[in-house]
């Protein structure tokens, strides 16, 4: 981090904000319940790029601290407009407060572009198939049902979304769901190296922590997602 910026985010801060982790935990995802930093063998578990190439987790914020996203799957319309307005988020903002801001999925690699392509997005984005991290780190599958109230980086509804995202099976090259559609996923601030700052679960697929909150504790600048980009829907 550049010396006098954001001094106030230099020491780690744990927030857990969902308390509602998966029914059994294993040791990895107990100690992010507990706020210790991240274990080493979690960070060494690989994700893969848009290539194929496989990454070290933990390299992806070895040198700053990162936003990181865990999604449901690519065909997940919540997942879709979620991460259109992360697309919105200016790279100078992150720059300036020297923050990464990375997307996880838990498809195939080869559905990371056309997923980029669909909403914009062009911040770093990763896979992992086996969802080991996901299990990890404690995201759970299944839907909790609770009052998460209204997400505002949702815009269509049930039946409409569905819709879509049958759409996009049906007409994309590989008839699959692109993960699995049972995974939850969640947010959370890491590094530098293996500091755990913030976790957020997803309880259902519209429990999404509300990006400015997030961005307000690594001290990225507010964001207007009124407007929207334009996308073309294929």
Request: charged share 20%; glycine share 8%; hydrophobic share 40%.
């Amino acid at each position: 981090m550049r010396p006098g910026s954001h001094a106030a985010m230099a020491a780690p801060v744990t927030r857990q904000v969902s308390s509602c982790a998966a029914p059994v935990l294993t040791a990895a995802a107990a100690a992010v319940e507990r706020g210790q930093p991240l274990e080493a063998a979690v960070a060494e578990l690989p994700v893969l790029d848009v290539s194929g190439r496989r990454v070290a987790f933990g390299a992806l914020f070895r040198e700053r601290r990162a936003v990181v996203v865990f999604v449901r799957h690519f065909l997940c319309y919540v997942c879709k407009e979620y991460v259109e307005d992360l697309a919105k988020i200016p790279k100078s903002f992150l720059q300036e407060a020297d923050v990464t801001l990375i997307v996880i999925g838990q498809a195939s690699y080869h559905h990371i572009e056309p997923f980029c392509k669909l909403t914009g997005y062009s911040h770093e984005i990763y896979v992992d198939p086996e969802r080991e991290i996901y299990r990890r780190l404690g995201m759970k599958r299944g839907e909790e049902v609770s009052s998460s109230g209204k997400n505002s980086h949702i815009k269509s509804n049930l039946l409409s979304g569905s819709l879509q995202s049958l759409w996009r099976a049906v007409t994309g090259p590989l008839f699959d769901f692109q993960g699995d559609p049972a995974q939850q996923g969640g947010t959370f601030i890491l590094g530098p190296g293996n500091n755990i700052h913030f976790v957020h679960h997803d309880r259902n697929r519209l429990d999404h922590k509300p990006i400015n909150s997030v961005l307000q504790l690594v001290g990225v600048q507010h964001v207007n997602f009124a407007s929207r980009p334009s996308v073309i829907h294929v």
